[in-house]
């Protein structure tokens, strides 16, 4: 696919790696529509940038469903989908300190599993559902981790990152009846405010971890995206762009 005049939903693109996406979908003459729940951060963005936005809680349908119908209406059904919005809420599954044994948060799990799973589920079958309508033959890009293989204090991130992988294959196998690929990319540690928010001697070790002896930078996850949105072969399948590091 050819990126020029292209429509693009971002999800969770007020601020982090969406944000990132969005300035280089413009910069490659594509046209960037972003979705958040922090209405200063889509202010910021339209100041700074002219990117669009509006927004939207993507773990509630009836919102989702008012969202994709109103952005079809309005833009002409979009062409991708980057479905990045994401959160941790990490904890250990069951923890001893002394005679204190704590449990997992419920809490915890249901937040992620909201946004990462729910959230992920909801706006590809939304884009999705306009992409077929109107015969639009579009690309969805979900956005995973490396932690999807199982990472220590990360029960439901970890659960919800595999699961947006598997449903990134169901989805390729099915959506291609209608000329719509799906790919995902799974990101290690990247230059990112999640990631400055882990201790600063947990993230000297993380970084021992990684073969290429540094964090990733958000460019060079940008650049996965727009692999999978050029390439017309490529479906169903998931990138790893970790600098080697294998959890
Ligand atoms: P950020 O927290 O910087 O950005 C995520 C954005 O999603 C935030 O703007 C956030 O809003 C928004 N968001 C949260 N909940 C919702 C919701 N219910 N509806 C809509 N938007 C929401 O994260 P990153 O840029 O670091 O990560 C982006 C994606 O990449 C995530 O899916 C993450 O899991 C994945 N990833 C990140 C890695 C990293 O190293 N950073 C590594 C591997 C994967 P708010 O401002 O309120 O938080």
């Known amino acids: 696919m050819d990126l020029a005049g292209k429509n693009v939903v971002i999800t969770g693109g007020g601020r982090g790696m969406g944000r990132k996406f969005a300035v280089d979908m413009k910069n490659a003459g594509a046209n960037p529509f972003v979705v958040d729940v922090i209405q200063e951060n889509l202010d910021a963005l339209k100041a700074e940038t002219g990117i669009d936005g509006k927004i939207l809680d993507v773990t509630k349908e009836s919102e989702v469903e008012a969202f994709f119908n109103s952005y079809s209406a309005d833009h ?8 990045n919005a994401g ?6 599954f069951i923890r001893k300190k002394g005679d204190d044994i704590t449990k997992f948060p419920m809490s915890n799990w249901e937040k992620v599993i909201n946004v990462n799973l729910t959230g992920v589920f909801l706006c590809a079958r939304e884009a999705a559902y306009h992409m077929v309508k109107s015969d639009k033959k579009g690309v969805i890009v979900n956005i995973s981790s490396i932690s999807r293989a199982g990472n220590l204090g990360q029960t439901n991130y970890s659960a919800t990152k595999s699961a947006v992988d598997s449903m990134t294959v169901t989805w390729g196998k099915e959506l291609s009846r209608y000329g719509i ?12 405010e999640m990631v400055a928010k882990i201790r600063q001697d947990v993230l000297d070790k993380i970084i021992q971890q990684i073969p290429a002896g540094r964090l990733g930078e958000m460019e060079e996850i940008s650049k996965a995206v727009k692999f999978i949105v050029e390439n017309d072969f490529f479906t169903g399948r998931v990138i790893e762009v970790d600098g080697g590091m294998r959890i």
């Not at 959160?87 to 250990?92: G, P, S």
Request: charged content about 10%; proline content about 4%.
């Open 181 to 192: 690929r799906v790919g995902a990319i799974a990101p290690g540690y990247i230059n990112t």
């Open 76 to 83: 002409g059904a979009a062409d991708i989908l980057i479905n």
């Open 87 to 92: 959160i941790t809420a990490d904890a250990l």
